[in-house]
């Protein structure tokens, strides 16, 4: 069969749009962050994180000019805290309270032509027993067999949570070779959970895809994509060093309205957080790992702290 330079052009286009129109809209996605996935055997702090999340991409073909895409997110997390261990059943040892906090979420991301983002989200839900910390706990450590559980009578009092977070991400450079870049994420939370600003530099290098088509930025969702993505598979590593101002820390200083927790403690006003981490990416499927490390957060003999987060999703129609 022969095809005329029309034939072949036409056929190129089908193609074309045929690629685009398999791009995938949702993503369903699941995150686990624990102390115990670096093996030192340690069970302090932030002890413990289980995330789901839901987002949606909206028809990028309806947006307006200079903004590459919308999506759309739903949350539910629960974050647990110890002191230096989960058994530590005498409140005049412990060195951080016991703490959870439980909530849904929403959020909205704006992703710009010049790979600059802003993401706005809210969070309400509880802290307190009523955020299932002590029956998690519990549930995970006889699960898995690890060791009897003390301490969660003294944790920091119910409180209703209503948390709000503004983040910005901006692209600073990228290699001619697309291999390397920098970028600058800055964010701010005000709620009575959390409160407090920080800012960062992310250094990724590998297959990199920009930032309003990348996995690292939850944008690997696309609805009649302006922009085609430079890789069809990521896969980088990244180091994000970042300085943080507390203003509020509800699950170490208890409730903002009252003093009614048995152990509480002031905040560390500034925290210097370092992430490293590696994200794998193809087209339905990402997977990430990553280690945190923070300096002391607390105002009490408790210690520096580390964990490893790890992270699934999931992308459909």
């Known amino acids: 069969m022969k095809y005329t330079g029309y034939s072949i052009l036409f056929i190129l286009l089908f193609c074309s749009s045929f690629a685009y129109s398999q791009s995938f809209k949702n993503e369903v996605g699941f995150k686990s962050d624990n102390d115990s996935y670096l093996g030192q055997g340690s069970d302090r702090y932030y002890t413990n994180g289980l995330f789901l999340y839901f987002r949606h991409a909206a028809d990028q073909s309806k947006l307006k000019a200079g903004l590459e895409k919308k999506t759309y997110e739903i949350s539910v997390g629960q974050m647990m805290f110890n002191p230096y261990s ?52 519990k549930l995970l450590h006889k699960t898995f067999g690890f060791y009897d559980v003390g301490g969660w009578d003294y944790q920091i009092k119910n409180e209703l949570a209503i948390n709000l977070s503004a983040q910005y991400t901006k692209l600073l450079t990228r290699t001619a070779g697309n291999a390397v870049e920098l970028s600058f994420e800055g964010y701010a939370n005000l709620g009575t959970t959390f409160s407090g600003a920080g800012a960062g530099l992310l250094f990724r290098t590998g297959n990199l895809n920009q930032l309003f088509n990348s996995a690292y930025t939850h944008a690997a969702i696309g609805n009649n994509a302006k922009t085609k993505s430079l890789v069809k598979r990521e896969m980088f590593f990244y180091a994000k060093p970042q300085l943080n101002v507390v203003a509020y820390d509800a699950t170490i ?23 490293l981490g590696i994200d794998y990416s193809v087209d339905r499927f990402t997977a990430d790992f990553g280690v945190i490390f923070k300096t002391k957060e607390v105002k009490s003999i408790a210690r520096a702290h580390q964990w490893g987060s790890a992270t699934v999703a999931y992308r459909f129609k």
Request: net charge negative.
């Open 253 to 275: 200083e208890g409730s903002i309205f009252n003093n009614n927790s048995p152990v509480t403690f002031s905040q560390k006003p500034i925290v210097f957080a370092q992430q």
């Open 86 to 137: 989960g058994y530590a059943p005498d409140p005049a040892a412990q060195d951080r309270p016991f703490a959870g906090y439980l909530y849904i979420g929403g959020t909205m991301n704006w992703f710009y032509s010049d790979e600059s983002i802003i993401t706005a989200s809210a969070q309400i839900g509880t802290t307190g027993k009523n955020s299932l910390g002590e029956a998690g706990q």
